[in-house]
């Protein structure tokens, strides 16, 4: 129905009878809230005189399109909506009902092709969008070849033409003055972004690919994970030296090398020994702590007395800027510094390799200590059991929302509040999150997955 060479396109299930759906109401049905969230939606509905049953589901088709096409800048952009409703009638009523109550000064129009219609507030966006005698989109290489990466049966999926983001964005950038180059975003290769949400046994999941964009970097096993102590409710790894190399392009830019100039002048050291400290595998995690969590930061170093040495330059001229102490000392026989910043204190330290920054007055030695560590802790093994993770990828990140759950109720309590039931009662079948890509340099997959139960 569409041309080849929109700048994005977006296919939606709206077939409330498909399996997705019905996967759908499943899931929904594990939260106490479903039916009063399903009520204020009808009743949100009916304030603009629209009854769901009576006037939209006949209205619309099992599937809804939205083709935006774009011009060089946001002021060309276009959006149209297209399906091809079980009842044309029914249609036209709503557009009717929905154009009485706009108070834009803009409204609807549609158009009819072969059962179909196609709505836009002007027939020249629609015009510039259906396929006339042009090339389809669904005839284009690059779409198919997007198309492809996602799931078959999914509630939505959506494409994004990679190079005319670019084109739109370095317009954008020109008319603002920014100086901004698309390259230093990795945006001037970018072939392509698709997405997809999908309903499953076990929770709900987001698949993205992408081709292009100097998405530098390969799948690994993370080194890190095995030093990260089991109780630890959040986990961020990957390997850096993909956003080093975009960020050091910075450094050229007209509007941000002045500001990183001055950063550099703040802490002591140049933006390349900042960005050296990243290049390795990256570690952040959060555990409980006393009030509230600890965090800790574990990096993979190749010179760890360098990136120490980088570190104690950091720390004198913080502790120069806000009255802080800089001291020596040790946990677990591994030297650490402590910088105290009056009843708040970070320290750091090298443990065999790696190097970690800590909120935690133990954390240095309880990574890679004696006790549990995550990889074996049943939650996450279990999250990974539901979402499908390999084990080698190109970077995770995993919550553990059951355990997270009474971390937040204790914040609360800490303030002199409390959540509501109805809050927390909601909250409770989420299980966990968990995300990751896969592939390397610049075709690559990113799946997120929220467990529910």
Do not use: C
Not at 326 to 333: H, I, L, N, R, Y
Not at 374 to 380: G, K, N, Q, T, Y
């Amino acid at each position: 129905m569409v041309r080849a060479g929109l700048l994005a396109f977006v296919s939606i299930d709206s077939d409330l009878g498909s399996s997705q759906w019905q996967q759908v109401d499943k899931l929904a049905q594990k939260f106490p809230g479903r039916d009063k969230a399903l009520a204020q939606i009808e009743q949100a509905l009916s304030k603009e005189g629209v009854d769901y049953g009576k006037d939209v589901r006949p209205a619309l088709g099992p599937e809804v399109d939205l083709a935006i096409v774009s011009g060089r800048t946001s002021s060309s952009t276009n959006v149209v909506a297209l399906t091809k409703p079980d009842d044309p009638a029914k249609f036209k009523a709503l557009v009717a009902k929905l154009n009485a109550s706009d108070s834009s000064g803009k409204p609807a129009v549609y158009r009819e092709v072969d059962g179909w219609y196609a709505l836009s507030d002007s027939q020249g966006a629609i015009t510039e969008v259906l396929k006339g005698d042009r090339t389809p989109l669904s005839d284009d290489s690059t779409y198919k070849d997007a198309l492809g990466k996602l799931p078959g049966d999914a509630l939505v999926k959506a494409f994004l033409d990679g190079q005319r983001v670019s084109a739109l964005v370095s317009q954008a950038a020109s008319q603002g003055g920014s100086g901004l180059d698309p390259s230093s975003l990795g945006l001037d290769t970018l072939k392509y972004i698709s997405v997809s949400a999908s309903a499953e046994d076990d929770g709900v999941r987001v698949r993205g690919a992408s081709s292009g964009g100097n998405l530098a970097g390969s799948e690994f096993a993370s080194k890190l994970i095995d030093g990260v102590p089991g109780d630890a409710f959040a986990l961020l790894s990957f390997r850096g030296e993909g956003t080093t190399d975009q960020l050091g392009k910075l450094k050229s830019n007209p509007q941000v090398g002045p500001a990183l100039a001055q950063i550099e002048k703040s802490l002591g050291v140049s933006f390349e020994q900042v960005l050296a400290l990243l290049r390795g595998e990256i570690a952040f995690y959060a555990r409980p702590g006393a009030g509230i969590p600890e965090l800790t930061l574990a990096l993979e170093e190749k010179d760890e007395s360098g990136a120490l040495a980088t570190l104690d330059k950091i720390a004198a001229r913080l502790a120069a800027a806000t009255g802080a102490r800089v001291e020596p000392g040790t946990q677990s026989g591994h030297p650490v510094k402590t910088i105290t910043f009056g009843q708040f204190a970070i320290h750091y330290g090298g443990v065999g390799g790696k190097v970690v920054i800590t909120s935690g007055v133990n954390g240095i030695a309880d990574y890679r200590g004696s006790g549990d560590h995550l990889p074996d802790s049943a939650e996450f093994k279990q999250a990974k059991d539901a979402a499908g993770m390999p084990d080698a990828n190109g970077g995770f990140m995993f919550v553990d929302l059951k355990d997270a759950l009474p971390l937040l109720e204790g914040f609360a309590g800490l303030a002199g509040q409390s959540l509501p039931s109805e809050v927390t009662e909601n909250l409770r079948p989420l299980r966990s999150f968990l995300a990751w890509s896969e592939g390397s340099g610049g075709s690559r997959t990113f799946d997120a997955f929220l467990e529910i139960k």
